[in-house]
């Protein structure tokens, strides 16, 4: 709520006028993939967001939830997809991205596809991209590595 209520002091309003003088406001309702949303705008996947959060995206979906922002979650989430769907409000619009791991795995995709299904997710956006990290010399000799985060939870996988 806190990262809610900070930005609630700034609103995008139109300076239009009819001819009256009258302020005019632009309906921006539109339809996504079946959805009614107050605006088009939704929030990309962005996995492993327990490094910036601890509550990771849970966190992002109850904010998106309460604004009707479709969310899409990360397969290289670091929240499972369940507790992601528990923390969004039942009817807002949730999203899930797949990136499409080697055929040797598709046990496991199929196996992500039917969680997000029987979670609520109403929407697949498939990436060809990986969600395996570069390599990365100095976060070797850091011992950083996301995918291992304090809590010892790592990433959950979707």
Request: aromatic letters at 8%; charged letters at 20%.
């Amino acid at each position: 709520m806190v990262y809610q209520t900070s930005i609630t002091h700034a609103r995008l309003v139109p300076g239009r006028k009819d001819d009256a003088g009258n302020e005019r406001f632009l309906d921006t309702t539109t339809t996504v993939l079946g959805q009614t949303l107050p605006f088009p705008v939704a929030i990309a996947p962005i996995g492993v967001q327990k490094i910036f959060n601890l509550d990771g995206e849970a966190a992002t979906a109850k904010a998106t939830a309460s604004l009707v922002i479709p969310y899409i979650l990360s397969t290289a989430s670091s929240t499972s997809i369940e507790d992601v769907a528990a923390a969004n409000v039942p009817g807002s619009p949730r999203w899930y991205q797949l990136c499409w791991p080697s055929r040797e795995h598709d046990d496991i995709t199929i196996s992500l596809l039917k969680r997000a299904k029987a979670a609520g997710y109403t929407a697949l956006f498939v990436t060809l991209d990986t969600y395996v990290l570069g390599w990365r010399p100095s976060d070797l000799d850091n011992g950083y590595n996301p995918f291992i985060h304090p809590d010892h939870s790592g990433v959950e996988i979707g």
